[in-house]
């Protein structure tokens, strides 16, 4: 019998599987999801469950690189680690020499990793000064400020109690595609009567499997969440004992918004007719439970964050967020109030000087005084997800720049690379874990050595900062000191310990019974909000101004079934099942520009321009282009469809605008 080892999956998804690794001769034979843990059940998705093409892909880097050819050319040759250590000290060495230590910029959103693996590269440039990276931007900081700015820094409602629900709306989330175990729970309170509406302006997976499919323009969902209040206003769904008793502003609302959205109103601006806002807002008022799966999609766009805001409200005007089984779901990440800045930011010292994660581009281009003079980047791969990508790739071919990348594979953004170092993967590195999706925390042991020389992102930050004569405990800590700092005065203790966690498998946190919590200053729900610079004075409620008149599509970019952005293309077999980059447009949209299935067509604006196949799709409003996925290197194109998206900001949380993308689509001219 091979062993079997206990893990986590670390791959970035809300799930964070339980995972049962068989194991033989350092090779991983099979992944089985873990079936004692009931979020889990037994199963992982179609990516993980081939994870041994992932970690035993021959497309693996398994020894250090130093460039021999132009920047972006991946010409490299091998070298030893003591080689490319001493290069990497020595030349952080001078630049903070000569233009302190704010020159240097360590990138490390390192997603796809446990707390430590993520922690101790972020620890290494706070504690030699360097500027420090706003991480996650690119994804969930608007969203995460929405909410935040609603109900404070605390988890939704319980996934795992979804089977008590009656009515479940997917709001702008892909569940099937993003949140697998989830959607094997929606199946399970389907099977029971439970109905499915999914709020999205593409027909995803699970809108396809839904009972209704509601199709709102892109951006404007706050204008059809407040069409909803003020239908359940009028016709009395209001909890008024809720309102009282839990709430802030909503008498404010109601004298100042809610009238501005009768469903007459609203049909113009969501193009969802507005007998359909009503049915929608009766079948929300009559369930006794309905849970709101809130995703993360509509908030990467300039009014993003009042798109969240407004769904996160909406549980509030019928007081479902008081009864079990309702209430809304985004992220479970603020429960977990861990002590995170001692292991990323253990100096102490507030940062001279920050770069947006999704500014790549404009930092490496536009910086003075000092400019970015060296870079590393661990765990992510900006040259395909980050906006303005080919801002990002000019900044990346400067001469002067030394880069330092730090991953499994030779990713597009390692092609762009000085030196590259093999990093270990999870499976490979002992870590602790903890879920955005559910209210669970696991420790994962390593189920294999690295290949080659491969190290983990905790080794390659312990081991430079030796070298550069760093001196904090953080950097000698062994799992168990780790664990105990990062619990250290935690809420999620007793429950949660360093000694139970790594003695059992997954711990979820107890939470009480009752009400939703709302951790705002004021301990209560925030309609409104008029102390807050991005606050919902509900100005902006729909991102559907017309499009310029030059740039008639919106573009929408959604996750890719078999990816994980790029993270997942060092497996062929999951790459050729994802399929060729394709852009869906309507059948009207295509006919309108003399367009077939098929043909090869260039979708351009006045940043860019990117090739990709048109697959004709019925079920596609007009007026939007839907680009599944963010695939590293576009089959005939050879630019990212990111090139598109520009580096505006959203109106919380300084996010990634990638749905704001106004384009044109032509045939390719060849
Ligand atoms: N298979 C797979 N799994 C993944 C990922 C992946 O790329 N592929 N990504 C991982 C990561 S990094 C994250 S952050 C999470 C969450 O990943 P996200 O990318 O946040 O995915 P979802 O929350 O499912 O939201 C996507 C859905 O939002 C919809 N959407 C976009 N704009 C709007 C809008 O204006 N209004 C409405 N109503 N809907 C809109 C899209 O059409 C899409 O169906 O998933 C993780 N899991
Ligand atoms: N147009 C558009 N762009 C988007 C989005 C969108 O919806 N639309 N979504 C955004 C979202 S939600 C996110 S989270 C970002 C994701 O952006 P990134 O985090 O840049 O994307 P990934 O492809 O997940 O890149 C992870 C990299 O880490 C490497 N890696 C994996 N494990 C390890 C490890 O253990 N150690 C090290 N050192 N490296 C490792 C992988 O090989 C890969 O190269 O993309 C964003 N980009
Ligand atoms: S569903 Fe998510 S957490 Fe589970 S195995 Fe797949 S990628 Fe990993
Ligand atoms: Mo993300």
Redesign the pocket.
Known sequence: MSPIIRTVCA????DMCSLLVHVEDNQVLRIQGDPAQPFTAGFV?A?VSQEPRLVHSPDRLTQPLRRSGVKGMAQFTHISWAEALDEIVDRWKSVMKEDGPEAILGYCYS?HQGQFNRGLPLALFDMLGATKLIAGTV??TCADEAWESTLGPVGGTDPEVVGSSDLIIA?????V???VHFWAKVQQARRGGTKLVV????R?R??AQSDWHVQ??????AALALSMMHVLDRDGFTDANFIQEYTNGFERLRREVLPKFSPVAAEPLTGVLAGEIERLAHLYGRALSPFIRI???????RH?GQ?VRAVALLPGVTGAYARPGAGALMSTAAEFDLNYSAIRAPSGQPPPRTVNHALLGNALLELRDPPIQALFISGNNPAVTCPDAGSVRRGLSRQDLFTVVHDPFLSATAKFADIVLPAAMYLESDDVYRSYGTFRMQYGAAAIEPPGQAWSNRRLAQELARRLEIAHPVFDMDTPELLETLLHGSRVQPTISSGNLLSSGSIKLTRGAGPQEFRTPSGRLEFWQDTSPTSADWTFTS?ASPAPKRWPLQL?T????????SAFSGNRLLRSRQGAPVCLLSQAESDRRGLRDGDEVELFNAQGHVTLKLAVNTDLPNGIV?VP??QPELESGHAVINVLCSSDLSDMGDGATY?STFIEVRRHPK
């Open positions: 791959h970035d998804c809300p998705c990516k997603a994804c969930d709001w702008g989330a892909d569940i595609t993003t949140n709020i999205d302006p593409y995803s699970t809108a709102p323009r892109i951006g404007s969902d995703g993360l999609g509509m908030s990467r766009q993003g798109a991102d929408l959604t996750p890719g079934y078999f990816q994980s952005h839907v996925g963010q749905q």
